[in-house]
């Protein structure tokens, strides 16, 4: 079986400075798919950044980078020079390729609040 | 180049009655998936589709619970006989094929039950 596990429910950071939200994973699957999703108080699902299994190099998006330690089995997200917008529900999600349907499996995810 | 559209974003069903949430995929998407929000949760897969066929129910409760992606229209979340556990966000989400980097989500509907 996945699971995702998320073990920070609340972070705080100072504005402008960098975090990062944990995640850790279990599957047996050899070939994964691992994503990132910020959901603001308005309640939408916004994509921040994916990372395959297979992929040589961590990836970036912007500000956002994920820290992927495949022997751990850790996908951490760092926010860098963070912003008040910041300020957000965090989830992490997982996908494995041997599931043709593609589904998607959450952890319960780390509010973030960004102080001024 | 609209988004995933979910209607309402907002319903509000008093106990025993029916909730029906409705998805239109972005243009050109054929597959469909369901997902549900507990409050302080994170989403929980419910349903996969296909223009016409149900691919993936295995996260539907047995009961009450149905889904549909006709040829022509939106799909269609219908909650039989509601009851106060579910209240929940309800989220759709849209590809044009099984994407390798996740698809998109409309944003939302929150269904409460009184």
């Known amino acids: 079986a996945q699971k995702i596990t998320q073990t920070q429910p609340g972070m705080f950071v100072q504005e402008k400075e960098a975090v990062t939200l944990d995640c850790t994973y279990d599957t047996s699957d050899p070939s994964y798919g691992l994503f990132w999703y910020k959901q603001p108080s308005s309640g939408e699902m916004i994509f921040l950044i994916y990372?395959?299994?297979?992929?040589?190099q961590n990836a970036t998006e912007g500000r956002y980078s994920l820290n992927f330690q495949k022997a751990r089995k850790s996908a951490n997200l760092v926010i860098s020079a963070s912003q008040l917008g910041d300020s957000a529900m965090y989830f992490c999600?997982?996908?494995?390729?041997?599931?043709?349907?593609?589904?998607?499996?959450f952890g319960s995810g780390t509010r973030l609040l960004v102080r001024p | 180049n609209a988004g995933v559209m979910q209607n309402p974003r907002h319903l509000v069903r008093r106990r025993g009655q029916e909730a029906r949430l409705r998805c239109s995929p972005m243009k050109g998407h054929s597959h469909v998936y369901w997902y549900r929000q507990l409050p302080e949760e994170g989403l929980k897969f419910m349903v996969y589709l296909q223009k016409e066929n149900i691919i993936d129910e295995s996260g539907m409760p047995k009961e009450r619970f149905s889904a549909e992606f006709p040829k022509e229209g939106p799909s269609i979340l219908r909650i039989q006989q509601v009851v106060r556990g579910d209240s929940a966000a309800y989220f759709c989400?849209?590809?044009?094929?099984?994407?390798?980097?996740?698809?998109?989500f409309g944003s939302g509907t929150r269904l409460t039950v009184v």
């Open positions: 990372q395959g299994s297979y992929d040589q």
């Open positions: 989400a849209s590809s044009p094929q099984p994407q390798e980097k996740g698809y998109t």
């Open positions: 999600a997982m996908r494995g390729r041997m599931d043709s349907s593609y589904k998607l499996i």
